[in-house]
């Protein structure tokens, strides 16, 4: 079935970048135009289901799931956003947004996003990239629409789709892992192997503000394939990641059972993650994504080169980003 065919039931299997996703947001993630409160009335009548049981909006969701969606026929209505509640796009943040552009077309834009942004709000964050995608709007119909996540902390590169059709199909194709990721992140020590793949289970710990992960017998499987491609004798490695699943600070998680944890990453490595010389910030950027183009089907590469403060903590260890 295809991703626009919205006349019937279908029944959608949670994919690992959904894992841990509370299902209103599922829902706003993959069908941004159908408010909040469609959802809610769906879920009070029970035309909403998770493995064919009654679900509630703040109920996480685990991959595997089958989420039962109505139908939504073409002529449905739909409570609109609430625009008037929208903020103007501050000029400062929306220079930045434009300048963070590093690949534009009718369908996508990718962005090169700053470290420190969080990707979307909360109860306690009020300045966020999906606030602003207004000033990204230029001469599209409608404004750019969010189809994955980066954690706020972590540079680099972040597609959104720039209509309704493209994000639909964008987001059957990370679901489907038909979108390959590569991190890149500087890491206290080196590896025991050259390359390998992290196997590590991981469980959600904490509430809002403090949640993190931690390797667990009984939690969500996780998997990292990991290469280094340099070292500085044995205290800083430069590695090369690629997630084959999406878990909540996979890639943070997973550095640290390996025994290297990401340099700057206080909540995972603590004091260990501590390098004299270099900025006490994560060290860690989305490096790339190569994927499907979902109009014309092409092979798209796509990179994002590091940031100042990055770019001079490569340097001052030695490595040359260049190169790679």
């Known amino acids: 079935m295809s991703p626009d065919d919205l006349s019937a039931v279908r029944h959608i299997a949670v994919q690992s970048d959904d894992g841990d996703v509370r299902l209103d947001r599922w829902f706003k993630r993959h069908y941004p135009d159908v408010s909040y409160g469609q959802v809610a009335k769906w879920l009070r009548t029970g035309q909403v289901r998770v493995d064919g049981h ?27 956003p609430a625009e008037r509640n929208r903020q103007p796009v501050d000029r400062a943040d929306a220079a930045i947004l434009r300048e963070s552009i590093i690949y534009q077309d009718e369908f996508l834009i990718a962005l090169n996003k700053p470290a420190g942004l969080a990707v979307q709000g909360g109860s306690k964050t009020h300045r966020h990239l999906d606030g602003m995608l207004d000033a990204l709007q230029f001469d599209a119909k409608d404004r750019p629409r969010l189809v994955h996540r980066l954690d706020k902390d972590t540079s680099g590169l972040l597609l959104l789709a720039r209509d ?37 289970r991981l469980a959600k710990r904490g509430g809002e503000g403090s949640e993190r992960v931690e390797s667990v017998d009984d939690g969500q499987a996780a998997e ?50 501590d390098v004299e010389g270099l900025p006490r910030r994560l ?20 990179a994002a080169p590091l940031d100042d403060v990055l770019s001079k903590s490569w340097a001052f260890v030695g490595f040359d980003a260049k190169v790679t």
């Open 283 to 302: 060290h860690l950027h989305a490096r790339g994504l190569t994927l499907p183009h979902p109009t014309t089907g092409e092979r798209l590469t796509l």
């Open 224 to 273: 990292t394939e990991y290469r280094i491609l340099d070292h500085a004798a044995r205290r800083i490695s430069w590695l090369e990641l690629r997630p084959r699943t999406g878990r909540t600070h996979q890639l943070r998680a997973h550095c640290k059972v390996m025994g290297t944890p990401i340099v700057g990453d206080g909540k995972y490595g603590g004091r260990e993650s």
């Open 54 to 80: 009654r679900a509630k909006p703040g109920q996480r969701l685990s991959e595997g799931q089958d989420i039962r969606v109505p139908p939504m026929p073409a002529t449905r209505t739909v409570e609109p």
């Open 164 to 200: 309704r059709r493209t994000a639909s199909q964008l987001s059957v194709l990370f679901q489907g892992r038909e979108v390959e990721k590569t991190y890149w992140a500087l890491v206290v020590g080196v590896p025991d192997h050259d390359s390998g793949v992290i196997d590590a």
